[in-house]
T-cell receptor, first 111, second 115 residues
């Protein structure tokens, strides 16, 4: 079973910041938080990941709470092309990884 | 382009048949993962290989098998196909770096239709 909880759907206006929450209250110390997205039946795309510090790259920012029990993915200026299903997953530091995806959040960007 | 190549892109076959899906990982990646995604469903983890060895198994049916070859490409074999096996099959690879700190990179999938 997935170890994360995400809202099933969200929407955001184009040009605004999209903030996608994820709860991972049972996360352990050696587990990373990863975000991926899947645009309509394409292969999932890696977005960002982190362990305990906040992270930023050209696509998004990841804010992880101090207790690591939740995180937020921020798309700073959402465009219509950001419409996708966003998956938050936790990945253990191990060579044998059942990397399990949950249901994700379906993000709709409105013009 | 993720660097992960899956062939064929589309496959149509009849019930009872056997098919082989192929995946070439990104250059340098040692781990390969297979996922199944049925229509409007989530990604179901099937199996993981690392450098030729099976390392983790998910809900993979006994009719399905996989292997990773010395050149690191992987094949997923599906036999005695049923209508319910119709799905997108994705392959992903990850690098040799520290396990949790290595993203998955997915191919564009093989769409299997069983008629």
């Amino acid at each position: 079973d997935a170890k994360t909880t995400q809202p099933p759907s969200m929407d955001c206006a184009e040009g605004r910041a999209a903030n996608l929450p994820c709860n991972h209250s049972t996360i352990s110390g050696n587990e990373y938080v990863y975000w991926y997205r899947q645009i309509h039946s394409q292969g999932p795309q890696y977005i960002i990941h982190g362990l305990k510090n906040n992270e930023t790259n050209e696509m998004a920012s990841l804010i992880i709470t101090e207790d690591r029990k939740s995180s937020t993915l921020i798309l700073p200026h959402a465009t219509l092309r950001d419409t996708a299903v966003y998956y938050c997953i936790v990945v253990q530091y191990s060579s044998a990884s059942k990397i399990i995806f949950g249901s994700g959040t379906r993000l709709s960007i409105r013009p | 382009d993720s660097g992960v190549t899956q062939t064929p892109k589309h496959l149509i076959t009849a019930t009872g048949q056997r098919v082989t899906l192929r995946c070439s990982p990104r250059s340098g990646d040692l781990s390969v993962y297979w996922y199944q995604q049925s229509l409007d469903q989530g990604l179901q983890f099937l199996i993981q290989y690392y450098n030729g060895e099976e390392r983790a198994k998910g809900n993979i049916l006994e009719r399905f098998s996989a292997q990773q070859f010395p050149d690191l490409h992987s094949e997923l074999n599906l036999s005695s196909l049923e209508l319910g096996d119709s799905a997108l099959y994705f392959c992903a690879s990850s690098g040799p770096g520290r396990w949790g700190n290595s993203p998955l990179h997915f191919g564009n999938g093989t769409r299997l239709t069983v008629t």
